[in-house]
Nanobody, 120 residues
Framework: QVQLVESGGGLVQAGGSLRLSCAAS????????MGWYRQAPGKQRELVASITSGGSTSYADSVKGRFTISRTNAENTVYLQMNSLKPEDTAVYYCNADVVRLWQGRYDYWGQGTQVTVSS
């Protein structure tokens, strides 16, 4: 069994910062791409940032220059450092991992979601 546990969400004023963490645990052989998605009420889930196993990163245009995704492969953890937060960043943030399970192939897993609220 594989689980992704998120932490770090909360309430912050506009211009502030938060750091999200997502730790994968279980029968993991390795993890390929990892990413952070977000979903606001009434909107579709969107990809915020992603990172490959080799450390290559991609960002949505709306967060470029403000958010930084990183990972520690040995700990199977992905982070999202969010700076200069804006009210429009308010959403539930979900981590995602392309996990290679021991002897069981690749599976896509999701964290439980963590609420990020940015006040004006």
């Amino acid at each position: 069994q594989v689980q992704l546990v998120e932490s770090g969400g909360g309430l912050v004023q506009a211009g502030g910062s938060l750091r999200l963490s997502c730790a994968a645990s279980g029968s993991i052989q390795g993890i390929n791409d990892m990413g952070w998605y977000r979903q606001a009420p009434g909107k579709q889930r969107e990809l915020v940032a992603s990172i490959t196993s080799g450390g290559s990163t991609s960002y949505a245009d709306s967060v470029k220059g403000r958010f930084t995704i990183s990972r520690t492969n040995a700990e199977n953890t992905v982070y999202l450092q969010m700076n200069s937060l804006k009210p429009e960043d308010t959403a539930v943030y979900y981590c995602n991992a392309d996990v290679v399970r021991l002897w069981q192939g690749r599976y896509d897993y999701w964290g439980q979601g963590t609420q990020v609220t940015v006040s004006s």
